[in-house]
């Protein structure tokens, strides 16, 4: 089940407002070119931001996400018509052969547990081609980032164009070895309401991600700095052979 922060209807439409400035998706509209990608699937679209992307360039997208609300929201957008919208998740694609798959922002950590993790890399491999791409991001879970969220962003009090005046929160609530647990809290000042959304992440290392990309078949071609937070992210370029 998503988590409420992208799956309630309220919260869904935050999202982008709250998450504005995506300098992390910077290193992914060129590779359609670099992996001379006709067809693009992203894993965990959310609100769409990144697969509108591939679509309003004429390459053909499919976007995937078990957030309905997030699903709406995206399909609402201008162009969100030239993109392919499923409801699920890497396990109930139709076959796509696919050139490249990603998982953008915190997809693959959102991904926590190891079941779900093992049907994604099973799932993605399975709708790319031959030689296709899957592409994603993860934070170094030795740079402890999560001390970073809940410092940087722990507290915000935002106008929000349709919801106004939202008080916004993040806390820490657990970090259990790799896995890492926050909540997130929403204010809405127009009626008072206050939802709030617990999360848990799962910060992959370079050499647990590798692993596991290999045991489902990969070949680990790449990885590269996230050039959005370089030095502190990897994103894995993985290629079915
Ligand atoms: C931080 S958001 C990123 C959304 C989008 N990729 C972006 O860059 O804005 C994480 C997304 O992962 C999705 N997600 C969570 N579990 C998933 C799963 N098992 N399979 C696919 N997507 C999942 C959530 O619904 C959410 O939209």
Not at 185 to 203: E, I
């Amino acid at each position: 089940m998503a988590d409420a922060c992208f799956a309630h209807p309220r919260l869904a439409a935050l999202y982008d407002p709250l998450h504005h400035g995506r300098r992390d998706l910077d290193a992914y509209p060129d590779m359609t070119e670099e992996f001379a990608a006709r067809r693009v699937l992203d894993i965990g679209c959310g609100t769409g931001v990144f697969a509108l992307l591939p679509a309003g360039r004429g390459i053909e997208a499919v976007g995937v996400g078990p957030a309905r609300a997030s699903l709406d929201a995206a399909r609402a957008k201008p162009g969100g018509e030239r993109v392919r919208w499923i409801h699920g998740d890497a396990t109930c694609l139709p076959p796509l052969r696919a050139g490249l798959a990603t998982m953008t922002g915190n997809v693959a950590q959102a991904i926590a547990g190891p079941h779900a993790w093992r049907e994604t890399l099973r799932g993605a491999r399975q709708a790319l081609r031959p030689g296709g791409r899957l592409v994603f991001e993860t934070r170094d879970p030795a740079r402890r980032g999560w001390e970073e969220w809940t410092r940087e962003q722990s507290y915000l009090v935002t106008e929000v164009p349709g919801a106004g005046t939202v008080e916004y929160r993040v806390e820490l609530i657990a970090v259990d070895g790799p896995p890492v647990t926050f909540r997130q809290s929403y204010a809405f000042a127009a009626d008072g309401q206050v939802l709030t959304s617990d999360s848990t992440l799962r910060l992959r290392e370079r050499a647990e991600a590798e692993r596991d990309l290999l045991a489902h078949g990969y070949a680990v071609e790449e990885v590269r700095d996230a050039p959005a937070r370089p030095g502190r992210g990897l994103v894995f370029v993985a290629r079915r052979p």
